[in-house]
């Protein structure tokens, strides 16, 4: 588990898509330890502010900073100390669970990306399913390889876009277990409108606006 200290802060971070509103001017400061849930009607930016969150999108207006331990970090550096999970992140259909995670942990550059890729998949509970092709995979069991991927370097700071969809009990019991473990050690952010998720917070944030991409 990552030790160091992490500080979020959005300082009127807004997004368009065209003449549409992806995410309303809105302020933050979060720093570990502890879970932070982002809720807001369908379509008020939860996705957006976690692609921005992540360095996956530049923001329309205003600004994001990422400070671990005493460094501050780029947006397009972003991607060795965050782990990200959305429902539209993919993987090879013709690779197995083990393939997919091992190419992303060498591509990182991960010194032990054998040990790195089995405590990912064990701490999912994808261990029987870790030789099968992702083609072969419910999507109850693509949501927890694409949460092995968000865990696959250790990260500081996690960002799960509705971390608990398509899982089964058994899943959601798994992932809440491992949630109680981790939220002591970094900061785990989670956009979802579920109860059962984001009762699981230490603290909320509400996006405003009508959601649907209101027009500007």
Not at 41 to 61: D, E, F, Y
Request: zero cysteines.
């Amino acid at each position: 588990m990552n030790p160091a200290r992490v500080e979020v802060e959005g300082e009127e971070v807004g997004h368009h898509y065209g003449r549409r509103v992806g995410l309303r001017s809105t302020s933050f400061r979060l720093e570990s330890p502890g879970v932070v849930a982002i809720r807001g009607a369908n379509g008020s930016g939860k996705s957006t502010l976690m692609r921005i969150l992540a360095g996956l999108l530049r923001p329309s207006h205003g600004r994001t900073r990422l400070r671990i331990g005493e460094r501050e970090l780029a947006a397009k550096g972003r991607f060795r100390h965050v782990g990200y999970a959305a429902p539209d992140l993919a993987f090879y259909p013709e690779f197995s669970v083990t393939e997919n995670l091992a190419f992303a942990a060498e591509t990182r550059g991960d010194s032990r990306p054998s040990v790195a890729v089995k405590e990912a998949v064990e701490q999912v509970g994808l261990q029987t399913r870790a030789a099968d092709r992702v083609a072969a995979l419910s999507s109850g069991m693509l949501q927890r390889l694409r949460l092995a991927f968000a865990l696959l370097h250790d990260p500081a700071l996690l960002l799960l876009d509705e971390p608990a969809n398509h899982l089964d009990e058994e899943g959601r019991v798994t992932f809440e277990t491992w949630l109680g473990r981790a939220r002591g050690g970094r900061l785990i952010v989670m956009a979802t409108n579920d109860e059962r998720e984001w009762r699981l917070a230490d603290r909320t944030i509400e996006l405003q606006g009508r959601g649907l991409g209101d027009p500007a």
